[in-house]
């Protein structure tokens, strides 16, 4: 079982920057693929970015390439989704989430977050 408990996010202005963390805990969670997932209203849940906990390769959607950055500290089993230049268009619920390998699809991660609202006025 691994465990996930987002937090970071909040109401911050176009332009702005955030730090969204993650805290993992669990018995088998360094062999995983943390994601990050945002949807917004009406929208589908979109894969941000993915970190592999055992190897550090990382994947970057092309929304937010250049702006974004995923890392995990193996020493406070976190992972964490910096975002920078932030736009009106990144406003969403974002969720951490755990699964066996890399995949776009939600339905691929197993645990999940409950996850952590950001919302970029403009």
């Known amino acids: 079982q691994v465990q996930l408990v987002e937090s970071g996010g909040g109401l911050v202005q176009a332009g702005d920057s955030l730090r969204l963390s993650c805290a993992v805990s669990?018995?088998?969670?360094?062999?995983?693929?943390l994601g990050w997932f945002r949807q917004a209203p009406g929208k589908e849940r979109d894969l941000v970015a993915a970190v592999s906990w055992g190897t550090n390769g990382k994947y970057y959607s092309d929304s937010v390439k250049g702006r974004c950055t995923i890392s995990r500290d193996t020493t406070k089993s976190a992972v964490f989704l910096q975002m920078n230049s932030l736009e009106p268009e990144d406003t969403a619920v974002y969720y951490c989430a755990a699964g066996r390998s890399y995949s776009l699809y939600p339905r691929s991660y197993d645990y999940w977050g409950q996850g952590t609202q950001v919302t970029v006025s403009s």
């Open positions: 669990g018995r088998t969670f360094s062999t995983y693929v």
